[in-house]
């Protein structure tokens, strides 16, 4: 099975600063990796597919990048809404997802 | 608009059954792949199972392969996921989602807890 390896954890962040979460795959999964976005209490939301494709209506502070094995989600300019769990999902095997990234305020 | 309701969770004891059903709406259920995610109560997400728009193809995961069986009902707009053989550690909110990959619609979940 395919490992995604998350990291960090979680971050204490400022509205207004830069984010940057990564996830590493065990093995090579090409561009098929999305990033989901899990408010507390709701289901997961599709923010990110094919590692770097803006789902419909998704505001472009949100990015993501990366192939191979090494991938990176970024959020440009945080706001207070977007305080959540981070998943990175492969979709090249089966599909496994990364353990989140929570961000919360400092 | 589209809209995927789950039901069918509850509280089971470890060995027992339980089906899941998860009802789509507002988009032709019968032209795309369906699958079970769940998430145990505090922890991650973890894909359980998929099925292809017309049943060809089903996957599963290694955790509950063997256990459990995904199945659909074109007619009736509906997904099913039989979980049998139930364990402690099957105790999670599980999603419906559609599609093959980038799941862009999910349910709200309904909650299974496996405890004597």
Do not use: H
């Amino acid at each position: 099975d395919i490992v995604m390896t998350q990291s960090p954890t979680s971050m204490s962040i400022s509205v207004g600063d830069r984010v940057t979460m990564n996830c590493k795959a065990s093995q090579n999964v090409g561009s098929n990796v999305d990033w989901y976005q899990q408010k507390t209490g709701q289901s997961p939301k599709l923010l990110i597919y094919k590692a770097s494709n803006r789902y419909t209506g998704v505001p472009d502070r949100f990015t993501g990048s990366g192939s191979g094995t090494d991938f990176t989600f970024t959020i440009s300019n945080m706001q207070a809404e977007d305080l959540a769990v981070y998943y990175c999902m492969q979709s090249n095997s089966y599909r496994t997802f990364g353990g989140g990234t929570k961000l919360e305020l400092k | 608009e589209v809209q995927l309701v789950e039901s069918g969770g509850g509280l089971v004891q470890p060995g027992r059954s339980l089906k899941l059903s998860c009802v789509a709406s507002g988009f032709t259920f019968s032209n795309y792949g369906m699958n079970w995610i769940r998430q145990a109560p505090g922890k991650g997400l973890e894909w359980v199972a998929y099925i292809s728009s017309g049943s060809s193809y089903i996957y599963y995961a290694e955790t509950v392969k063997g256990r459990f069986t995904i199945s659909r009902d074109n007619a009736k707009n509906t997904l099913y996921l039989q979980m049998t053989s139930l364990r402690s550690e099957d105790t999670a909110l599980y999603y419906c989602a559609r599609g093959y990959s980038s799941w862009a619609y999910w349910g709200q979940g309904t909650l299974v807890t496996v405890s004597s």
